[in-house]
């Protein structure tokens, strides 16, 4: 069952704490980027990577950190330092040569 | 200015009509363009692209483009209720080889059995 696989679906934490978002892929895909989306908005770009062990910062990257140690994967660490990290987290990638970007389900995250 | 504009809505049609969902860019260099549609609680898939002036059609769904307009609009014919969804609008940033989109902010659709 090939695809963009992220996890968990829903992330309950408290203020303060570092949470971490996974993101699968198993399409082979070399680019992945990480998006935020707020109600009645649209998506923001917060990081990218094109190959592994290289990524990017986007356009709202503050308080936030990835790693790309794996082609398959990309994980997103929310950290204590993001001020709003209530939002939904989406994780998309794009294959090789291609521009059309692929979205997993995405995880919606919920900080009190 | 918002580098994509879209109207929130929402856009309300009966059932059979035709959708016109509109997207509006300021980038003059941009050169694809993509609708996403996304239900609630879901994530966006995609369901048209279009990188060159004029229509492309797959299936009910046309995309057009205007580069001189900087506009470009999916139409939706015999719109049905499972239509009913948020269609955001995305243009690929070629500045730089990063493959960056920018999203508009969506616009709602009902489709009214």
């Known amino acids: 069952d090939g695809g963009i696989t992220q996890s968990p679906k829903y992330l309950f934490r408290k203020e303060g704490q570092n949470v971490t978002l996974s993101c699968e892929q198993n399409?082979?895909?070399?680019?992945m980027y990480w998006y935020r989306q707020d109600p009645g908005q649209g998506l923001r770009l917060i990081y990218y990577?094109?190959?592994?062990?290289?990524?990017q910062k986007g356009d709202i990257a503050e308080g936030y950190s990835v790693s790309r140690e794996k082609k398959e994967s990309f994980p997103l660490t929310v950290t204590s330092a993001q001020k709003n990290p209530t939002a939904f987290y989406l994780c998309a990638t794009v294959g090789t040569g291609g521009i059309e970007q692929y979205f997993g389900p995405g995880t919606r995250l919920t900080v009190t | 200015q918002k580098e994509v504009e879209q109207n929130s809505g929402p856009l309300s049609v009966p059932e059979g009509a035709i959708a016109s969902l509109n997207c509006t860019y300021s980038?003059?260099?941009?050169?694809?363009f993509f609708w996403y549609r996304q239900y609630s609680g879901k994530s966006p898939e995609l369901i048209m692209s279009i990188y060159s002036n004029g229509d492309k059609e797959d299936g009910r769904f046309t995309a057009q483009l205007n580069k001189a307009s900087q506009y470009v609009s999916l139409l939706i014919r015999d719109s049905q209720p499972s239509d009913s969804a948020t269609y955001l609008c995305a243009v690929r940033v070629v500045s730089s080889n990063t493959g960056k989109l920018i999203f508009g902010q969506g616009t709602t659709l009902q489709v009214k059995p």
């Open positions: 980038d003059r260099v941009s050169q694809s």
């Open positions: 399409l082979n895909h070399d680019a």
């Open positions: 990577s094109q190959i592994v062990n290289d990524f």
